[in-house]
């Protein structure tokens, strides 16, 4: 079964910016929903990007022009683009699809 493994998060300045990785262990191509999640503690876990098999993307408000999903099936890796970033975007960031349990996730932290 296809396992994800998320990546790239760290400590960054408020203003700076992070590429989030999500590589899963197997081929995306027939997965037509990804998405990139994110949990503060004590919060429930909130959708921040998806996107979909023919490109199609989505964005919670709060990110929106800021962040950016996307995914390369031949590299089996789906990304976040994350601008501008904010103390209030530090969280735990997961990437999740359909029947697909959840990886570790990679935590992101803004603060000067």
């Known amino acids: 079964h296809v396992q994800l493994a998320e990546s790239g998060g760290g400590l960054v300045q408020p203003g700076g910016s992070l590429r989030l990785s999500c590589a899963a262990s197997?081929?995306?191509?027939?997965?037509?929903?990804m998405a990139w999640y994110r949990q503060d503690p004590g919060k429930q876990r909130d959708v921040v990007a998806r996107i979909f098999g023919g490109g199609l993307t989505d964005y919670a408000d709060s990110v929106k022009g800021r962040f950016t999903i996307s995914r390369d099936n031949a590299k089996n890796t789906v990304y976040l683009q994350m601008n501008s970033l904010k103390p209030e975007d530090t969280a735990v960031y997961y990437c999740?699809?359909?029947?697909?349990?959840w990886g570790q996730g990679t935590q992101v932290t803004v603060s000067s």
């Open positions: 197997g081929s995306i191509l027939h997965i037509n929903l």
């Open positions: 999740k699809a359909p029947y697909i349990e």
